[in-house]
């Protein structure tokens, strides 16, 4: 078989590769950017009954208002995320915008490129020149080949034809023949079903995927540069900055030296040791992501910074530097609680939760937090005439005019935003909480339970909403299949929560309810944290105003009270380890905590009650002589019209919640 070597001058090959790579790199992007566009903005209202809660507005307007110039410019800086960012004019859309149009441009070349016309021309296909189906009979063949062979024939052609018509008709009629032959001949089929020919092999050409002047001519050098860059400096430099990413942060996105020195201070801390905010400032100062943002500060300096964070101090020039790590501490903190999970140190974990509070609302640890939280307080004015004032629940026994004095603040309309921000601030508040198996109706050794909490978000402006009134349906969980299957999708059926009032915090974020499960007995944790992000704040909004706590209220009479107005949330926590082997009662603490606010969080104490399933009775049967008299037919009827059910289980009281 003759072969020869030939380069791309006719561009036959060569747009072909580039588009091919071009494709392998804008086509999963714009598939990406295609599933954000459609889904990724309103994932907030998947799952909800309204696509947005007014809650969520008021909040973002209050936090605009109420956040510095300065922090809004350090937001468009560096929160990718922001608003202020052009959706559409980023880096990205530009880049898939630029692939397609140089797509379309090859598209186009390729399509008009007569060579490559040409080559498509020249493959072999008896079909298609005898204008059949691969289907065709030996009839159906042997029938288009007399029909062709007459127009065809060198003897049937007409008369005034030039030479050049004549070649072509001739040509024409050779390959009607070979067409022929291919599908009626077995020798010349068997070199068409191997070749691809009826001649049998034909020429090749190999080359490279290049016009000759790359090769060949001045070009050529510039050609081995550009292989040798992508090849061995480019390509092994974005890999093995892939890798060194890969092996120097954890799962959890934190750097390693920073975990390694999260490790050490758990491995070395003493019991006795009291958790306070200073201790995990000073653990987050060590964090090696500070330093490879700022490599000439101290740990000493980011432990400053922190503290001015916290108290609300201005740091001069180091202010940019301040927002940045402040706004870093989110994934340090949530590392470190994972960390401290994995040493079931409840201490710690509790205390960054605590840190994350104080970092959030830039309120130090102090019982006067709740109202510290809160725009336009006067802080020095309230430590004098706080009195027995430390939380919002007591805040709310006062009237507005009374809550302004305690609070210094004469402007109303500032007094009011103050109270606004603080009716929706969320308050958990237990209604039920249950250990639960699928499947089942109460817990066994060995089971796979998880924990249900039926919660209340509240406003601490509101009373507390009796129980009692609350329909069943509310608090039941659903028994249908999927449910059973997937017990913890109704999670991600609730509204994602509405953004924190954090003006002070140097990007924009939701609250988050942190959930810790420890044992009882030893006060150990059992498990990493759970992390709520969806939950119902609808009980917030301000068709809830005459809820007041300062109102007296008959709900039996009031037109405006409706329960079913009322969102019962639900918070699903699995187990991460079986029920216990053996029957008994099994206490442990489940705590649920806010990230962002200083409010009423949950600190209940669950009673796991152990039991085996209730013994089924056999059912005996007697027969009797006569009995024979019966037939086969008759017996497997009755058969399977009788189920054995014990109708006397027990109805298992219901979890006990402490």
Known sequence: MPTNYEYDEASETWPSFVLTGILMVVGPMTLLQIYQILFGSNAEAVGS????????????????????????QFRKKFDKNSSKKSKIWNKRNILIIVGWVLVAVLLQRINSNDAIKDAAIKLFDPYEILGISSSASDRDIKSAYRKLSVKFHPDKLAKGLTTDEKDVMEETYVQITKAYESLTDELVRQNYLKYGHPDGPQSTSHGIALPRFLVDGSASPLLVVCYFALLGLILPYFVSRWWARTQSYTKKGIHNVTASNFVSNLVNYKPSEIVTLDLILHWLSFANEFKQFYPDLQPEDFEQLLHDHINRKDSGKLNEAKFRIVAKCHSLLHGLIDIACGFRNLDIALGAINTFKCIVQAVPLTPNAQILQLPNVDKKHFSNESKDVHTLGKLFTLEDSKIGDLLGIKDQAKLNETLRVASHIPNLKIIKADFLVPGENQVTPLSTPYICLKVLVRSAKQPLLPTNLIPEDKLVESQDFESQRDPFAIMSKQPLVPFSFAPLFPTKRRCNWCCLVSSQKDGKLLQTPIIVEKLSYKNLNDDKDFFDKRTKLDLTKDDKFNINDWEIGTIKIPLGQPAPETVGDFFFRVIVKSTDY?????????????????????????????????????????????????????????????
């Open 49 to 72: 009954g309204d696509a947005k809660e007014f809650n969520d507005e008021v909040l973002t307007k209050l936090n605009d208002e109420y956040t510095s110039n300065e922090i809004k």
């Open 598 to 658: 200083f409010t009423t969080d949950l600190d209940i104490t669950m009673n796991m009650k152990v039991r085996d399933l209730p013994a089924v009775e056999e059912q005996v049967d007697i027969y009797s002589e006569e009995d024979d008299d019966y037939s086969s037919d008759e017996d497997e009827s009755d058969a399977s019209d009788y189920t054995d059910i014990d109708t006397d289980t027990e109805t298992e009281e219901d979890e006990s919640t402490e």
